[in-house]
Nanobody, 125 residues
Framework: DVQLQASGGGLVQPGGSLRLSCAAS????????IGWFRQAPGKEREVVSC????????YYSNSVKGRFTISRDNAKNTVYLQMNSLKPEDTATYYC??????????????????WGQGTLVTVSS
């Protein structure tokens, strides 16, 4: 079975940092692009950051550019999202997702067909 397990969320003060992890199993991880998405209460799910299968291409939304860093370790079947300088507006449930794409970066949320269960990030003082 395909599984994506997101972890690392929690409560953090504004300006703080968190590192999210997405552990994958059940598919050939190195052939899949991975994305991080988030959904705040009452809002649509949005793309945060994406990484190509080998890690050579990256995407960041304007709202997180310069503060978040995505990376992957294909030996560990894991993708990370380092989140620095967190703001209250970053509060959301964060999801990781995968799509078969051995070469190109995928940013379109509707192309992602495997999803993890989400991890809650709350930025508040």
């Amino acid at each position: 079975d395909v599984q994506l397990q997101a972890s690392g969320g929690g409560l953090v003060q504004p300006g703080g940092s968190l590192r999210l992890s997405c552990a994958a199993s059940g598919f050939t991880f190195v052939d899949y692009a991975i994305g991080w998405f988030r959904q705040a209460p009452g809002k649509e799910r949005e793309v945060v950051s994406c990484i190509s299968s080998r890690g050579g291409s990256l995407y960041y939304s304007n709202s997180v550019k310069g503060r978040f860093t995505i990376s992957r370790d294909n030996a560990k079947n894991t993708v990370y999202l380092q989140m620095n300088s967190l703001k209250p507006e970053d509060t959301a449930t964060y999801y990781c997702a995968a799509v078969l794409s051995p070469v190109t970066l995928v940013v379109d949320i509707f192309r992602y067909n495997y999803w993890g269960q989400g991890t809650l990030v709350t930025v508040s003082s």
